[in-house]
């Protein structure tokens, strides 16, 4: 069965940067798009950045917008996360997930790397 597997998380100072990196493991599926989302304590998961696989085209939430960057590469079926300038606020759980063409929602998921940045 196809899984997500990402990595690069760690703990960091403000204003640092990571690279988080993500790739399917125990087999391939088509993709559509990947994307990145992460859940802070106490609060709901949210979408941070999408990029669709075949034109690279990208979408941000506005609060990572300008600095983070994802991008892949498709002949590693891997997607990376670039985060840089990051705050405190950007402390989380980071996921990758995968849609195939014909799924509405995400149907693969990662178990999620931890990102912790302190003041």
């Known amino acids: 069965q196809v899984q997500l597997v990402e990595s690069g998380g760690g703990t960091v100072q403000a204003g640092s940067s990571l690279r988080l990196s993500c790739a399917p493991s125990?087999?391939?599926?088509?993709?559509?798009?990947m994307g990145w989302f992460r859940q802070a304590p106490g609060k709901e998961r949210e979408f941070v950045a999408t990029?669709?696989?075949?034109?690279?085209?990208?979408n941000y939430a506005g609060s990572v917008k300008g600095r983070f960057t994802i991008s892949r590469d498709n002949a590693k079926n891997t997607v990376y996360l670039q985060m840089n300038s990051l705050k405190p606020e950007d402390t989380a759980v980071y996921y990758c997930?995968?849609?195939?063409?014909?799924?509405?929602?995400?149907?693969?998921w990662g178990q999620g790397t931890q990102v912790t940045v302190s003041s």
């Open positions: 125990g087999g391939t599926f088509i993709i559509y798009t």
């Open positions: 997930a995968g849609r195939r063409p014909e799924q509405y929602n995400y149907g693969y």
């Open positions: 990029i669709k696989w075949s034109d690279g085209v990208t």
